[in-house]
């Protein structure tokens, strides 16, 4: 590679010209780390994490350098660590202690008041800034996968407890819907239909598992309530999805579930609890049905999706 082009006091000229000798604009590093450009931006920005090359109008360019800088950092975080942390742990190779988990549990603290205080803007701000640094399977592994979890801890047996998740779960609902109604519109190709298929409303771990999906710059269908037998074929008919996913957390008919899945031409997914309620039978089902999936989360939802080349 070109030096003069690698260092950052000699500007890059020509842009069609660094991108011929194996700069990458940022688009690209986007679409191979799974990193959105806002997110790498801010880490340039607030930490200076990665610092790119600009070319005269202020486009940035990337090198493989970089991108395994990125990578790099995306295993700290992944391993719970701050970002706010992470350059110092790379530059000087300095050993993980406790303080992210205690910058996660403030960042679910601050969240967990928020909602007691139905404060939407309050959530609303604190998630935006959260997803401004973070990646969306980072954010869910690390703050809102846990955060649910402890607020339905919380809920047991609490007045008001009905209150604090139809207004948190409406929320989550409603932000999800609006990001994923948004790259809709910019994206094409075939969607992944997401079916909520118990009768329990506003099942978050179902928004949870679209939104990651369409992250990856997939288009999303959501049906959130569960469709008859017979008409999930015709769904898949109209949609032609890559994938369908239904999410239950409660136990489900198996007995009816062959005539449900009978002329859907793509691959099924079923997620949530339901599948270690029906553990043993699922399994069976799955020798007898070659393109049904199985996913306990949204993120092994999301991994097994993306093994299996439909992300």
Same mark, same amino acid.
């Given at each position: ?52 090359? &600009?070319?005269?109008? !202020?486009?940035? $360019?990337?090198?493989?350098? %970089? ?8 295993? =700290? +975080? ?106 809709? &519109?910019?994206?094409? !190709?075939?969607? $992944?239909?997401?079916?909520? %298929? ?8 179902? =928004? +949870? ?103």
């Amino acid at each position: 590679m070109n030096a003069s082009l690698h260092h950052p006091t000699h500007p890059v000229e020509d842009v069609a010209q660094a991108l011929e000798q194996g700069w990458l604009p940022i688009r690209e590093v986007a679409r191979q780390t799974g990193v959105n450009a806002v997110t790498l931006r801010a880490w340039e920005r607030r930490y200076g994490l990665i610092v790119p090359q &600009r070319t005269p109008k !202020g486009h940035r $360019l990337f090198n493989t350098e %970089h991108v395994q800088r990125i990578q790099a950092i995306l295993t =700290w +975080l992944n391993r719970g660590v701050p970002v706010s942390q992470v350059k110092q742990l790379i530059d000087s190779a300095q050993p993980v202690d406790d303080s992210g988990e205690n910058e996660w549990q403030g960042l679910r603290q601050t969240l967990v008041q928020a909602i007691s205080q139905l404060a939407e803007r309050r959530v609303d701000d604190v998630f935006n800034q959260a997803m401004a640094l973070y990646p969306p399977r980072t954010l869910c592994e690390q703050l809102l996968l846990p955060l649910l979890k402890e607020l339905e801890q919380r809920w047991q047996g609490q007045f008001g407890a009905q209150m604090e998740r139809v207004f948190f779960h409406s929320w989550l609902r409603s932000k999800f819907g609006a990001r994923m109604y948004h790259n809709n &519109r910019q994206l094409s !190709g075939s969607p $992944l239909l997401l079916i909520n %298929h118990c009768d329990l409303p506003l099942e978050p771990h179902l =928004w +949870l598992s679209a939104w990651l999906a369409s992250s990856a710059d997939c288009p999303v269908e959501v049906f959130d309530w569960p469709l008859p037998t017979g008409e999930l074929a015709l769904a898949v008919e109209h949609l032609q999805p890559r994938a369908v996913v239904l999410y239950s957390s409660k136990a489900i008919n198996l007995a009816a579930l062959p005539k449900l899945l009978s002329g859907s031409s793509c691959p099924i997914l079923i997620a949530g609890p339901t599948v270690c309620i029906h553990q043993a039978e699922l399994a069976v089902l799955t020798q007898d049905i070659p393109e049904l999936l199985l996913a306990e989360d949204p993120l092994s939802a999301h991994q097994l999706l993306i093994q299996r080349g439909l992300l």
